[in-house]
Each structure stands twice: as C-alpha cells, then as structure tokens.
C-alpha cells in the first residue's frame, strides 16, 4: 500500500512561483512512475507532469517551460516547481503514483494510477 500526502498549494498573483510536495510512505515500487494532476473548476483532471524511476520525466504542453518535477527517491518525495503561474493553472493538484515506469503517450491516463493523494488547492489570481 502506497500513502501520499501533498502540501504546498496556496494563492499566488499571475507570475508568481509555488513549489507543490508529496510525500509517500509505505511500499515503494522499485519501478515506478509518479505523476502530478490537476481539476480546476469545470474542468477534466489532467496530468500535467510526471518522473519514474528510470529518471524520465514528462510535461503537459501546458506546463512546459514553466514546471519543473523532480523526484528524491531516498526522501520518497516528489516535487513541482511552478513558476509563471497563469490563472488557468488554478486547480486542485493531485500527485498519484504506479508499479512500472511512466508510459511516454499515456502516462497522463489517470485510470493506471492505484494511489492518489487528497490534492492541495492552487489558487492564481490576475
């Protein structure tokens, strides 16, 4: 069983910065693929960034230049960095993970994922 926990949302004005964590704890696969989504108001839950075991990494066409996600295997966290912040970032952020490294065209399918955190709110404001 895998337990995440994320922090680190808040509100922000447009162009500012926030750094999301989650934190795992029980089973860790050995491979892995852990990803960062997101729901905002009226919208479907999207995967905007994810990092595997293998070191790959992967962003949303949204988010790129903007989001960076790191992993720290030894800590079992995952982070993202989200500079430039644009009103349309605002949503719920949730980080999930999986057994096997993230797929390069369907590692944003939210149905793999067994493990999801409760999500923490970011809130960009113009």
């Known amino acids: 069983q895998v337990h995440l926990v994320e922090s680190g949302g808040g509100s922000v004005q447009a162009g500012g910065s926030l750094r999301l964590s989650c934190q795992a704890s029980?089973?860790?696969?050995?491979?892995?693929?852990m990803v960062w989504f997101r729901q905002g108001p009226g919208n479907k839950r999207e995967g905007v960034a994810a990092a595997d075991s293998e070191g790959s990494t992967r962003y949303a066409d949204s988010v790129k230049g903007r989001f960076t996600i790191s992993k720290d295997s030894a800590k079992k966290t995952l982070s993202l960095e989200m500079n430039n912040l644009k009103v349309e970032d605002t949503a719920m952020y949730y980080c999930?993970?999986?057994?096997?490294?993230?797929?390069?065209?369907?590692?944003?399918?939210?149905?793999?994922?067994?493990?999801w955190g409760q999500g923490t709110q970011v809130t960009v404001s113009s």
């Open positions: 999930a993970a999986k057994a096997f490294e993230c797929s390069s065209d369907s590692w944003a399918q939210q149905g793999d994922y067994a493990y």
């Open positions: 029980g089973h860790i696969f050995s491979r892995h693929c």
